[in-house]
């Protein structure tokens, strides 16, 4: 398009739908990316195939692998309390963390309303546990600020080793 042939005003609405059509494009770049970090956790069924499907490898390979499940007591009965918007911003803003916090390798699931959980492939016990209590040490640097004084966010956390007994539906429910 020539644009040496435009009016003043034609120029200036030029610009205009320019502008906006670059807000559009950044709006849709947050959009799809949002999409993304959404489809990187699995919902639960998956998620406990893909337990058993490390088991099964672990077993077969001779390898080790930890599951770190997070509890967000809280987080579930304070929603209507900080509404829809907040609580919408606080897991993006915990599944940003968590996906932040993995490699490529291990897994990422959401096994309740309130529970995320990491599959952590070929890690051990104590490795598993550094993590989990990095990746909780993030995610309450960065939800603490969004909540003020609200209410404090209550995070717990279990670490288990996945071994041949393990099965899938338990791993996931195992407590300390």
Same mark, same amino acid.
């Given at each position: ?11 200036? @609405?030029? /610009?205009?739908? *320019? ?8 709006? &849709?770049? @947050?959009? @799809?990316?949002? !999409? ?12 406990? /195939?893909? #337990?058993?499907? &490390? ?8 390898? =080790?692998?930890? $599951?770190?499940? $997070?509890?967000? *007591? ?7 309390? #900080? ?6 911003? #606080? ?6 963390? $968590? #996906? ?9 699931? /959401? =096994?309740? +309303? ?5 599959? $952590?492939? /070929? ?13 909780? +040490?993030?995610?309450?640097? !960065? &939800? ?11 995070? +717990? ?14 791993? &996931?429910? !195992?407590?300390?």
């Amino acid at each position: 398009m020539k644009l040496d042939n435009l009016s003043p005003k034609q120029m200036q @609405e030029w /610009r205009e739908m *320019e502008r906006e059509n670059h807000k559009l494009r950044e709006r &849709i770049a @947050e959009l @799809e990316e949002a !999409k993304n970090v959404a489809a990187t956790v699995l919902p639960r069924p998956e998620f406990v /195939r893909e #337990i058993a499907r &490390i088991v099964a490898h672990d077993e077969r390979h001779g390898g =080790t692998s930890s $599951l770190v499940v $997070l509890s967000f *007591e809280q987080l579930l009965e304070n929603k209507f309390k #900080i509404g829809m918007a907040l609580y919408e911003v #606080i897991l993006q803003n915990l599944t940003e963390c $968590l #996906i932040a916090s993995v490699r490529t390798c291990d897994v990422l699931g /959401r =096994t309740g +309303s309130d529970d995320f959980a990491m599959l $952590l492939s /070929r890690c051990n016990l104590e490795d598993a546990e550094k993590k989990a209590a990095s990746v909780v +040490s993030s995610i309450k640097e !960065k &939800i603490d600020p969004l909540l003020g004084d609200r209410f404090a966010l209550s995070l +717990s956390y279990t670490v288990s080793v996945l071994n041949n007994r393990d099965d899938a539906k338990k791993a &996931i429910q !195992k407590k300390k």
